[in-house]
């Protein structure tokens, strides 16, 4: 079937016969998904970093749940954020690794859902799920010939309002840096600087098919991306409708660039290290402005907020001499690793009418529960019409509060590949050949091998993960669209 009508028959099918009667006593929920990108489970006040300022971040995690199990789908960006619109791990369709693949127009999104069901839906900040032009040169993909079938758009997929880039930007100025720019940071450009240092970035911040944004776009990034959010769901609240809200910050992704007023509160630190903790603090100053906003228009009750990062940090892989300052907190590797620091990353759920506030969990969460949780919640059964899904509904985990996750989460990565249960994790970095099991309630930092202890349980997860390997490498050949 032609892709393109196979997407108006999943909207048909969702609009007329998908939806039933859920939650019926409230209202149906504003949705906002936040997501940071590189930001490391250390890096956030509320997971315990000793100097970078979150309070606002630290508050909604406080006041809501905040969960200590949260899993990127993947320790790169795309992947992570193809789950996050399909509750599919990217394996299952090509979105394999940063700046590859798109979102087939087979697949169902959160926002075709959404927007079937009478939701406003916006995205905004970072993409990176597919190019955005075919005309022109832009970020990593976009205008090159032998990338034209990547285009895949967010006004293609479900998305009303848009505001985004194909990939990284610089956390200040993003449209621009300096001429022999270094890969980490570099000082904010200030009126005594040659205007001929300073050349293009080359991208642009996109908001439809051929139009791009011209105004606006100087100063701290995540104000320039808050700077548009806000609008949208004040239109959205003035016109009576629900909102579903995609924000994907781009801090601290390097480049990362803070203004004045932000690397001043960390003076005494080497440079590198202001500019990341600064953005950072930049970035929870608009979530904070987000809150702020959503009281003030009477919907804060009833919007439910998910935050999270697509991967752990940036640590010391940069081909520099000058180490990162993320942070993994406790745990092993950082990105590009499926060790715990590459995948397990800052999070908390936000929703006072939904959820009972001020608890912690150790329940076992991924990006891919975004997409059946939040179609379980506007009565979309989902599994009816959209098989295999690499996630589950988890809103009657977070509010019973029970931690004990059934089944397990696979996840793969080039050479490295790993099944999660509520309790153990089964790792191999060699593609499958050797494995290790850890205990992560006891061992959360990975460094005790079990798997000589506990040959039963290797082999029965190693079963598990190869049947799950199998499931993605037959969606990919496209069994799943038959």
């Given amino acids: 079937m032609n892709p393109s009508l196979l997407k108006c028959l999943w909207a048909i099918i969702v609009c007329c016969f998908g939806l039933h009667t859920v939650w019926a006593e409230t209202p149906r929920p504003n949705i906002v998904l936040l997501l940071a990108d590189d930001l490391g489970f250390g890096d956030v006040g509320f997971n315990g970093h000793p100097v970078i300022q ?107 309002a848009s505001f985004v880039t194909e990939s990284k930007v610089p956390t200040w100025d993003p449209m621009v840096m300096p001429k022999n720019a270094r890969r980490t940071w570099w000082d904010p450009q200030s009126p005594e600087d040659d205007p001929d240092d300073w050349v293009p970035y080359n991208t642009r911040y996109w908001t439809g098919p051929g139009e791009y944004a011209t105004e606006n776009l100087e100063g701290d990034d995540s104000r320039v991306i808050m700077d548009r959010v806000i609008p949208f769901i004040e239109e959205a609240v003035e016109a009576d409708q629900p909102f579903f809200s995609i924000v994907w910050f781009h801090t601290p992704h390097l480049p990362v660039v803070a203004g004045p007023e932000f690397t001043q509160l960390y003076e005494g630190y080497r440079s590198f290290e202001k500019h990341y903790y600064g953005c950072i603090t930049a970035m929870d100053l608009q979530v904070g402005r987000l809150r702020e906003v959503l009281g003030q228009l009477g919907v804060e009750d009833n919007t439910l907020i998910f935050f999270g990062s697509d991967n752990g940090p940036e640590m010391n892989n940069l081909g520099t001499y000058e180490p990162a300052p993320g942070s993994s907190g406790p745990f092993r590797g950082a990105k590009r690793d499926l060790l715990e620091g590459g995948i397990r990353v800052p999070a908390f759920a936000y929703w006072p009418a939904g959820l009972e506030g001020g608890r912690v969990t ?26 295999p899904l690499d996630g589950m509904d988890v809103m009657p985990f977070l509010v019973s509060g029970k931690e004990a996750r059934p089944g397990s989460i696979g996840f793969e990565h080039r050479d490295e590949v790993a099944l999660m249960t509520y309790q153990y994790k089964l790792y191999s970095s060699d593609g499958g050949q050797t494995f290790a099991l850890y205990d992560l309630l006891n061992d959360p930092g990975e460094t005790v091998n079990l798997a000589w202890k506990l040959p039963a349980l290797v082999t029965e997860m190693k079963q598990d993960l190869e049947a799950w390997r199998v499931s993605c490498r037959a969606s990919l050949a496209g069994e799943d669209y038959r």
């Fill in 54 to 160: 979150t309070p606002h971040m630290d508050r909604l995690a406080a006041d809501g749940i905040q969960l200590n199990r949260f899993y990127a789908q993947s320790t790169t960006c795309s992947p992570t954020r193809a789950s996050v619109l399909t509750g599919r791990n990217g394996y299952r369709f090509g979105i394999t690794w940063a700046n590859t693949g798109l979102i087939r127009p087979e697949e169902l999104t959160l926002a075709e859902a959404f927007q079937q069901a009478g939701y406003r839906t916006g995205h905004f900040g970072k993409w990176h799920v597919g190019s955005l032009t075919t005309e022109i040169r832009d970020g990593n993909r976009g205008g090159r010939p032998e990338k034209a079938h990547e285009y895949a758009p967010p006004w293609l997929n479900g998305f009303d």
């Fill in 362 to 387: 150790e329940f076992p969460m991924a990006t891919s529960d975004y997409f059946p949780t939040l179609m379980e919640l506007i009565g979309v059964d989902v599994e009816q019409w959209v098989t």
